[in-house]
């Protein structure tokens, strides 16, 4: 609380943790909050890093990681909504057709994650595939018009 009132911080990557969320306090916050580094292996043997922070401080080290692991796929599916259906891209300005958008792309999302358990791979690299195919059958048909016109 000192440190904060003098306006003193330190940034979270340069902190000494322990194995237990510390309390500390976050620039421009007036209430204390828990901070957690989670040290995980990616599936590649790389090591990843996240920080955890919240503001109920009667959280247990289990209990803020399970939370954060719940909420992570959240963020993962609305990432997945934004990237891969265009939903933000909407050029409607009419409240149907901004329903339809984004019910379509709600449907598409789905069909996304669908054929992306079914092909065994993430829903971004399945995205690559088919775009990387539609690429080649477009060159193709270009190909095929240049004949014709020959």
Excluded at 52 to 70: A, G, P, Q, S, V
Excluded at 110 to 130: C, V, Y
């Amino acid at each position: 609380m000192k440190d904060k009132k003098q306006g003193k911080f330190v940034r979270i990557d340069k902190l000494e943790w322990s194995e237990e969320p510390v309390q500390g306090w976050v620039k421009g916050q007036d209430f204390p909050v828990l901070l957690h580094r989670q040290v995980f292996t990616n599936k590649d043997d790389s090591i990843g890093i996240l920080y955890l922070i919240t503001n109920d401080l009667n959280l247990t080290k289990e209990t803020l990681e399970t939370t954060y692991k719940k909420r992570w796929k959240v963020e993962v599916f609305h990432k997945n909504i934004k990237s891969n259906t265009a939903l933000a891209k909407s050029p409607t300005k009419v409240k149907r057709t901004q329903s339809n958008h984004v019910f379509m792309s709600l449907y598409a999302a789905a069909q996304l994650e669908t054929l992306s358990i079914i092909k065994k791979m993430n829903a971004f690299a399945l995205k690559r595939q088919l775009y990387i195919k539609a690429v080649k059958v477009a060159f193709e048909e270009l190909q095929r018009f240049k004949m014709l016109g020959a």
